[in-house]
T-cell receptor, first 114, second 110 residues
Framework: KQEVTQIPAALSVPEGENLVLNCSFTDSAIYNLQWFRQDPGKGLTSLLLIQSSQREQTSGRLNASLDKSSGRSTLYIAASQPGDSATYLCALAYSGAGSYQLTFGKGTKLSVIP | NAGVTQTPKFRILKIGQSMTLQCTQDMNHNYMYWYRQDPGMGLKLIYYSVGAGITDKGEVPNGYNVSRSTTEDFPLRLELAAPSQTSVYFC?????????FGPGTRLTVL
């Protein structure tokens, strides 16, 4: 069974810092990996999706990388802002559960202090 | 284009009661999903559907039922509510791999 782990569970940084969120997984036979953002009391918003054949994806100040061989993905946030405060979840689809079923980590709660 | 909508936003049930959580999407997506999220946990898949008339169990299907009579709607049914079903329920839809989520329904069973 796939296990998805996100470390740290919570992170607090001052505004303007660059930061990295980590996601690790146990079964490397994945189809894709997504990073989501969840604001309190809200649904999830997909930030970046990396296909199995890709190494990274970028969107604005966000960069996500994928290393299947080591079972790791990172989400890099440049020049953090208070508006980045949210919980970030990684989720992946893997062959053991079907290409359209996502397995989620528990998330990292990010606080950016002004 | 409303995306994925869910009703109700909040609900309190007594043990043994039944209810249906509604989910509608207007993006003509074939794939639809129901997840539950418990405090401090990631989302767990309850049921999913790959098209009208086709549904299948996810990781935690016990105590729930679904139907998919149209492309747009994917209701989730709780027949005999139990305290263990207290959670936030999210519906999602997708055309391919990127899933779009609704705002969630917060359910409390007392």
């Amino acid at each position: 069974k796939q296990e998805v782990t996100q470390i740290p569970a919570a992170l607090s940084v001052p505004e303007g810092e660059n930061l990295v969120l980590n996601c690790s997984f146990t079964d490397s036979a994945i189809y894709n990996l997504q990073w989501f953002r969840q604001d309190p009391g809200k649904g999830l918003t997909s930030l970046l999706l990396i296909q199995s054949s890709q190494r990274e994806q970028t969107s604005g100040r966000l960069n996500a990388s994928l290393d299947k061989s080591s079972g790791r993905s990172t989400l890099y946030i440049a020049a953090s802002q208070p508006g980045d405060s949210a919980t970030y979840l990684c989720a992946l689809a893997y062959s053991g559960a079907g290409s359209y079923q996502l397995t989620f980590g528990k998330g990292t709660k990010l606080s950016v202090i002004p | 284009n409303a995306g994925v909508t869910q009703t109700p936003k909040f609900r309190i049930l007594k043990i043994g009661q039944s209810m249906t959580l509604q989910c509608t999407q207007d993006m003509n997506h074939n794939y639809m999903y129901w997840y539950r999220q418990d405090p401090g946990m990631g989302l767990k898949l309850i049921y999913y559907s790959v098209g009208a008339g086709i549904t299948d169990k996810g990781e935690v299907p016990n105590g729930y039922n679904v139907s998919r009579s149209t492309t747009e709607d994917f209701p989730l049914r709780l027949e005999l509510a139990a305290p263990s079903q207290t959670s936030v329920y999210f519906c999602a839809s997708s055309a391919t791999t990127r899933e779009f989520f609704g705002p969630g329904t917060r359910l409390t069973v007392l």
